[in-house]
């Protein structure tokens, strides 16, 4: 049985963008004309009612908005979202509220009327600061509008703020990587997510590949020298691609990564929740499309839910966790699956001796090598002998 319910938190996905970016995997849509956004906030509050059911007693401790570009709704259908959420929920006091914005002057404008709803994070979607990168990305801004949404931010109250940022980009040597993190650092945000371009099915770049890629030994180095950058300037990497200064993780994302619960509304949302009475572990994703969501949000909008049996709990939790670079308690698993850590230990001796992780019966931790490698290490978890067929829960 489980000691205590996981922390939760709640996601709200915004499905619009300007303009469908090549490399882009999400559920997005781009726009053709007004985004019904009254609508679509009705649909939001709606479902949210539906399931609250699911999480009777429970505070929310962590919101994030994603998309889509959800700066393209108006600060006064943020606030109205606002007003709805705060009407249903229980949100925890010091709750962290991401909403995630590209640069551009049609976005920056709402930023003030973003803070006064409520939002005390903003995700600014940058990935260059070179212009001919950005136009080979399809991003719809150039380098001195992304470093004026900074500047707007800051000037509209937010204090905490993350800058995405890619590397590995078509043509894009050592030292033009390393230029566009210098200037990423030169603004000072508080967290930075730095990651690699990767080439997802479905996109409109994995049927038509961007020339002049860097191979996986230039990818590599980009990623030593970005990471040896962002040390020097105090970022700390705490998982795979997110650095930040002292105390300014990512609360939701290490909701994610450490297997807490968290609800999903809007169009092709996922959730994730923990039913302790029931003994129950349940997933669950809504429809995808934004005219179908519309019309089912509030009566019907599930179109999966899953329930997850020991080997998906085994594995998942895995397949989140080993991304933490400092590691974790391994009583964590336990408390966030209610699984005997002992289902783990195959894997985890795998591991061990291929040098991939530091496992001291306490604590989980991912070596430099591990860490390097993480899919292979993730796949260690993947279908565990002594998972399938097991009880979900057992006593720890």
């Not at 609508?39 to 007693?57: K, R, S, T």
């Not at 249903?88 to 803070?115: C, F, H, K, W």
């Not at 970022?235 to 994302?253: D, P, T």
């Amino acid at each position: 049985m489980f000691n205590s319910n996981p922390p939760l938190g709640l996601y709200i996905h915004l499905p619009w963008c300007e303009q469908k970016c090549p490399y882009c995997d999400f559920n997005s849509y781009q726009t053709d004309g007004a985004i019904p956004e009254q609508a679509y906030v009705d649909a939001l509050l709606n479902d949210l009612e539906q399931d609250l059911p699911l999480i009777w007693g429970r505070s929310i401790e962590s919101i994030f908005i994603g998309g889509g570009t959800p700066s393209l709704f108006s600060a006064a259908a943020i606030d109205r979202l606002f007003s709805g959420l705060r009407a249903l929920l229980n949100l925890a006091p010091a709750i962290e509220v991401t909403l995630e914005s590209n640069p551009g002057s049609a976005d920056t404008e709402n930023y003030a009327g973003y803070r006064a709803a409520g939002v005390n994070r903003l995700s600014i979607g940058v990935q260059s600061f070179d212009d001919r990168q950005l136009k080979r990305l399809g991003r719809v801004h150039n380098a001195e509008q992304a470093r004026l949404a900074l500047a707007s931010a800051r000037d509209a109250g937010f204090e905490n703020t993350n800058l995405d940022l890619m590397y590995a980009l078509p043509a894009q040597n050592r030292a033009a990587a390393r230029a566009d993190l210098e200037q990423a650092i030169a603004l000072a945000p508080e967290h930075i997510s730095y990651y690699e371009l990767t080439i997802e099915p479905n996109t409109l770049f994995h049927s038509r590949k961007p020339e002049h890629l860097p191979d996986n030994d230039l990818c590599a180095a980009q990623q030593l020298d970005g990471q040896a950058l962002l040390a020097q300037h105090g970022y700390r990497q705490y998982e795979v691609s997110a650095y930040c200064r002292e105390g300014r993780e990512s609360q939701h994302n290490l909701n994610y990564w450490t297997f807490g619960d968290y609800l999903g509304i809007g169009a092709g949302a996922h959730g994730k929740i923990t039913l302790a009475a029931e003994n129950r572990v349940i997933r669950r994703i809504r429809q995808r499309q934004p005219r179908s969501y519309l019309e089912q949000a509030g009566r019907n909008s599930i179109i999966s839910e899953t329930e997850l049996g020991a080997a998906d709990l085994c594995f998942e939790f895995m397949l989140n966790a080993l991304r933490l670079k400092q590691g974790f308690e391994s009583s964590l698993f336990h408390d966030n699956t209610s699984l005997a850590l002992n289902l783990l230990l195959p894997g985890l001796e795998t591991a061990r001796s291929k040098g991939l992780i530091e496992f001291d019966g306490t604590k989980i931790q991912p070596t430099e090598l591990g860490f390097r490698h993480l899919n292979e290490l993730q796949a260690l978890f993947l279908h565990l002998e002594s998972a399938k067929n097991r009880p979900f829960f057992e006593s720890a």
